[in-house]
């Protein structure tokens, strides 16, 4: 990786870091705050094919761009290919996702109240393109697919997915009372 793009990298982690102030679940007013730093210093990252190849239709690609040593925030690119989605889950840590390319679209649910695990959906589809930020708190529960074209965006989390519970430990089952989004519109 390039040294302006690391120190660049550095930087935004560090603003970060002073934002949060050691705060581990910040709230929606923050979180908002560092969706705009990482808007800021998307395009000094010059995220391009050239170093992180789209992926191909069907395809997921993970890059770790700046992973924190001890598992705090940490920052990777995410290329969904075309087609792909992802089941209901939640991070167990605060994200804010930033749209570069394509557009990722996102049902959010909540666990009903007399729960049983089951799912509602939370509120309508929200589509992260680019230059769009979705940001998400330790509980909140997302099911992402990917409309048209492969995409990249940003993902923050507040903890290096290393340090996080295994994707699927992650995941709900697609509640049956519920249309399955990624299937309805394939
Ligand atoms: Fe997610």
């Known amino acids: 990786m390039s040294s302006s793009r690391q120190a660049r990298l550095g930087r935004l982690l560090a603003a970060v870091a002073e934002l949060l102030a050691g705060q581990a679940n910040p709230d929606e007013r923050l979180l908002r705050q560092i969706a705009a730093l990482l808007k800021a210093a998307a395009p000094e990252l010059q995220i391009g094919p050239a170093q992180f190849p789209i992926a191909q239709p069907g395809q997921e690609l993970l890059y770790e761009l700046a992973l924190d040593p001890t598992g705090g925030p940490s920052l990777y690119l995410v290329s ?4 792909t989605h992802s089941p209901p889950h939640t991070h167990q840590t605060w994200a804010v996702v930033l749209g570069l390319r394509g557009v990722e679209l996102n049902q959010l649910y909540r666990l009903a109240g007399d729960s049983g695990g089951r799912l509602q959906a939370a509120a309508t589809e929200q589509a992260v393109g680019p230059g769009e930020c979705l940001v998400m708190q330790a509980e909140d529960i997302h099911a992402t697919r990917v409309q048209g074209e492969s995409c990249y965006h ?3 989390y ?5 340090h996080l519970p295994p994707f699927a ?3 709900f089952d697609w509640p049956s009372s519920l249309p399955n989004v990624a299937q309805m519109h394939r």
């Open 154 to 156: 940003l993902h923050l």
């Open 80 to 83: 969904d290919g075309a087609g």
């Open 169 to 171: 430990a992650r995941c």
């Open 158 to 162: 507040g903890r290096a997915l290393s």
